[in-house]
């Protein structure tokens, strides 16, 4: 199973991007998935996390409020709905879902148990 993540790009500040991420070549079937991000000279954080049904969210403080994590499980597709953006958000960004022992826990994701990574998607923000 691969997750191909897209959408990334160079956006002003006070821009908005939306990320997608389509899982291919298998499912993940009632497992969360989330996306992390890394900036330059920094290491990979946690931005967002979703359950399977959609109905339990979380999202990294540091985006709290302008990043909202969605899914189309018809549609195999995670996606990341980013405003207000900011020069801090420039990073590459990744889809993720957890091992299978924590495939349904919102809070092992957060904490970095991850099974599967995207390839990756640039979000460059200008000031």
């Known amino acids: 199973v691969q997750l191909q993540a897209s959408g990334g790009g160079l956006v002003q500040a006070g821009g908005s991007l939306r990320l997608s991420c389509v899982v291919a070549?298998?499912?993940?079937?009632?497992?969360?998935m989330g996306w992390f991000r890394q900036a330059p000279g920094e290491e990979r954080e946690f931005v967002a996390a979703?359950?399977?049904?959609?109905?339990?969210?979380y999202v990294a403080d540091s985006v709290k409020g302008r990043f909202i994590i969605s899914r189309d499980n018809a549609k195999s597709t995670l996606y990341l709905e980013m405003s207000s953006l900011e020069p801090e958000d420039t990073a590459v960004y990744y889809c993720?879902?957890?091992?299978?022992?924590?495939?349904?826990?919102?809070?092992?994701?957060?904490?970095?148990?991850?099974?599967?990574w995207g390839q990756g998607t640039l979000v460059t923000v200008s000031s």
């Open positions: 070549g298998g499912t993940f079937v009632s497992y969360v």
């Open positions: 993720a879902a957890p091992i299978p022992k924590y495939r349904t826990a919102i809070s092992a994701l957060q904490r970095g148990y991850v099974g599967t």
């Open positions: 979703i359950s399977w049904s959609g109905g339990s969210t």
